[in-house]
């Protein structure tokens, strides 16, 4: 079964950094594209980051460019974001999937790991 845990959250004063990890299982990690992604109070599920298979092209939402860098490493089936310069409205609960799938749709989210910027 498909499975996304996340950690590494927590809380940070503005212009701080935070490492977030999300180890999945149930499926080959190293053939997938993976994304991270956050969803704040209120407002819907956005895309942040997503790394290809081999972890050689990147891509990032305009928010976020600049600031964040996703990696993995497929020996630990693992997903990083290393989040730096850390604004209040990085505030959200951040998530793992794999984009090119449906799992998303299916309901096959981990628990998330909340980041919260705040002096």
């Known amino acids: 079964q498909v499975q996304f845990v996340e950690s590494g959250g927590g809380l940070v004063q503005p212009g701080g950094s935070l490492r977030l990890s999300c180890r999945a299982s149930?499926?080959?990690?190293?053939?997938?594209?993976m994304s991270w992604y956050r969803q704040a109070p209120g407002k819907e599920r956005e895309l942040v980051a997503t790394i290809l298979s081999a972890g050689g092209s990147r891509s990032y939402a305009d928010s976020v460019k600049g600031r964040f860098t996703i990696s993995r490493d497929n020996t630990k089936n693992t997903v990083y974001l290393q989040m730096n310069s850390l604004k209040p409205n990085d505030t959200a609960v951040y998530f793992c999937?794999?984009?090119?799938?449906?799992?998303?749709?299916?309901?096959?989210w981990g628990q998330g790991t909340q980041v919260t910027v705040s002096s």
């Open positions: 999937n794999a984009p090119r799938t449906n799992w998303g749709q299916r309901g096959y």
């Open positions: 149930g499926f080959t990690f190293s053939t997938y594209v």
